[in-house]
């Protein structure tokens, strides 16, 4: 690949949680297997008065559940039906499309794999069981910042180069900080308010049907046939 064309790739990151699943996966597990205290924890995490790891910490310490139960809490996670396209888009595009997520590999990896996504690199936290208790690792955690357990942002840096053009894909308050960096936004939910409230610049979106109109419909000069177009 040459310099050129190394200098001008497109860099997607995109949430999982309530942005590829419909409803967010942890909260559905917490909420099955924790009742009423999650929303305690969950409340203080909204407020942003706990970060990731702390609220991932307090809930595991209460709950109880085996692999085989998570899994099975997993498997009734439903997807948006237009995100399998729009991961095929990409592929024919020639952008890259990676899974930056707050959740669980566990549950992420698991989806995907239901769903013949598995070649989409995934960045998230990480989730062990001994016997009925989950253990939670974060390898991708800012080291001066506890907010999130996986931080966007640092993710965006790395894989960004000059000239690269980096777009988001969100909803939730783990896509706040990387919301400021990226060229293109798109936003449903808390982080549709946050970039409101933030003057940041976003395209709303309810599913990727809407994604892959805006990319279709010629309001990008992102992807290959695009700029072959030109
Ligand atoms: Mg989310």
Known sequence: MDKEKRNSRTIIICDFDNT?????????IYLKYLGDKFWEINELWEAGRIGTPEAYEMGSALVRI?????????????IDPYFPEFYQFCRDEGLELYIVSDGLDRY?????????????????????????????????????CDLCGTCKEAILEKLRGEGDLAILIGDGGSDFCVAHSADIVFAKGR???????????????????DILKWFREGRSTVGRKAHREK
Do not use: W
């Not at 419909?22 to 559905?28: A, E, L, N």
């Not at 085996?66 to 439903?78: G, N, R, S």
């Not at 549709?192 to 990727?208: A, H, L, R, T, V």
């Open 20 to 28: 590829i699943t419909k409803g967010d996966v942890t909260d559905y």
């Open 66 to 78: 085996t692999p085989e139960q998570f899994d099975q809490a997993v498997d009734e996670v439903e």
């Open 108 to 144: 992420v990896e698991r989806v995907l794999r239901k769903h013949g996504l598995t070649e989409i690199p995934v960045y998230t936290n990480s989730v062990s069981f001994q016997e009925d208790r989950m253990v939670m690792s974060f390898p991708y955690q800012d080291e001066e």
């Open 191 to 209: 982080l549709k308010d946050y970039c409101e409230e933030n003057g940041i610049p976003f395209i709303p979106f309810q599913s990727f049907q």
